[in-house]
């Protein structure tokens, strides 16, 4: 019994600290085109307030992609995506 205990509570953590990054090693680019509305393709969708930051060419740190592509939208193609992670 209590190994089963300590193994669910090493899942949850593994999940809690590792998982919750791993898409971003398989996203080389952040795809702007997820996050406008399919009436209007110049129009970003709201965004929600999650922290997976994502660094900008001109150098400022975004909190996450959609925060990202709402400013690369509005450059009209003068900031591209550079890295994930803090500038």
Sequence with gaps: MKAAAVLILLLGLYC????????HSYEPQVDCSAYMKLSDRTKPKGCTLEYFPVCGS???TYTNKCLFCRAAIA???KIHFKHYGKC
């Design 16 to 23: 809690c600290f590792f998982a919750s990054d791993a898409h």
């Design 75 to 77: 450059s009209q193609g």
């Design 58 to 60: 001109n150098g400022q």
